[in-house]
Each structure stands twice: as structure tokens, then as C-alpha cells.
């Protein structure tokens, strides 16, 4: 299964905004099937993102608990939370074969909002 940029944000941002823990029946929507869903959430979980408990995954089927973001999955989200940021890591990202580690990302996230806070310091 290929990693899909754009729904680990909006899975990041739907936990963000959780009073609660989230289970995977929260996050589903018409995007994307269960077993796609899970493995992003299981690739967040990999990448220290998002405090989560799996339980009973086998051949992404199961269910989990998240029950946070990480600081490291705070960081990475405010990197990229903004949309015209995101578009703009995503023009980036075409011009280098359109996929890149979550580093590597949020390095151009970055880069991008600094390129903006620049511009309104010289003006």
C-alpha cells in the first residue's frame, strides 16, 4: 500500500481537534476503506507521531485507540497544517518525484513558512 500524504495530515488534524480518544471508526470517510486508514494511522504510529494502542491488527484489519499527538507529531502539524503551505510542499514535492520522508516534508514546510515570515519582515 502507498503512503498517502494528505490523509496523514487530515487523520493529524482530525485527532487534533478529538476531545476525546479517537478509535479508527472516527477517522473513516468516503476517501478511503478501513484497511487504507489503518496503515496510515499504523505509519503515524511508526513515526512517533501519535500516542496510539493497536489491538488485534492482522493484515491491516483491527481497530486502535489514539489517544494524542506526540510533541513530534505537534511539530510535524504545525508545519503543515496551514492549506496554502501544504500546496505549496506539495508543488515542491512534484518537482522532486512527488514523495518524500515525513523529515524531509516538514523541512520544506518550513522552509516555506520562513520564505513567508521573511517577506513580511522586509515589507
Request: aromatic share 4%; with cysteine.
Amino acid at each position: 500500500m502507498k503512503r498517502d500524504l494528505d490523509m496523514l495530515r487530515t487523520i493529524m488534524l482530525k485527532i487534533e481537534t478529538s476531545n476525546k480518544a479517537v478509535h479508527l471508526t472516527d477517522l473513516t470517510d468516503n476517501r478511503a476503506d478501513r484497511p487504507t486508514i489503518l496503515f496510515h494511522v499504523q505509519l503515524l504510529n511508526d513515526a512517533k507521531f501519535i500516542d496510539c494502542r493497536m489491538l488485534n491488527v492482522v493484515n491491516n484489519n483491527g481497530d486502535c485507540i489514539i489517544n494524542r499527538l506526540t510533541s513530534a507529531g505537534c511539530d510535524y502539524l504545525d508545519s503543515v497544517r496551514n492549506d496554502s503551505v501544504w500546496d505549496k510542499v506539495k508543488e515542491r514535492l512534484v518537482s522532486i518525484g512527488g514523495s518524500a520522508s515525513l523529515s524531509v516534508i516538514k523541512m520544506i514546510a518550513d522552509g516555506v513558512i520562513a520564505a513567508n515570515i521573511s517577506g513580511l519582515i522586509t515589507h
